[in-house]
Nanobody, 121 residues
């Protein structure tokens, strides 16, 4: 019913920048919160940043001041601008979207397929 397509991952040197995108499509009536999570090898998935439908962001302490989350409601897309990247930011990044699906009661959480971010010299 709803598809999420992520893009923008890759290999970058420490101190570099990347921008992730996640576009939602399908039977969307409206989108509530959107966010990014990440999972490093051998670790649990953790919150990176979220943004409300009204545009209010929230960040984990580990990325605050370096990452910026934003959204384009007209495009059903959430972005993650990552600056001053560190090796410890290396992980698979997943977008997370809370969707009100057409003709479906309540909301449903959807996850993107994940995109690899590797920070290494």
């Amino acid at each position: 019913q709803v598809q999420l397509v992520e893009s923008g991952g890759g290999l970058v040197q420490p101190g570099g920048s990347l921008r992730l995108s996640c576009a939602a499509s399908g039977s969307i009536f409206s989108i509530n919160g959107m966010g990014w999570y990440r999972q490093a090898p051998g670790k649990q998935r953790e919150l990176v940043a979220t943004i409300t439908s009204g545009g209010n962001p929230n960040y984990s302490d580990s990325v605050k001041g370096r990452f910026t989350i934003s959204r384009d409601n007209a495009k059903n897309t959430v972005y993650l601008q990552m600056n001053s990247l560190k090796p410890e930011d290396t992980a698979v990044y997943y977008c997370n979207v809370d969707v009100r699906v057409i003709f479906v009661r309540g909301t449903t959480i959807y996850w993107g397929q994940g995109t690899q971010v590797t920070v290494s010299s």
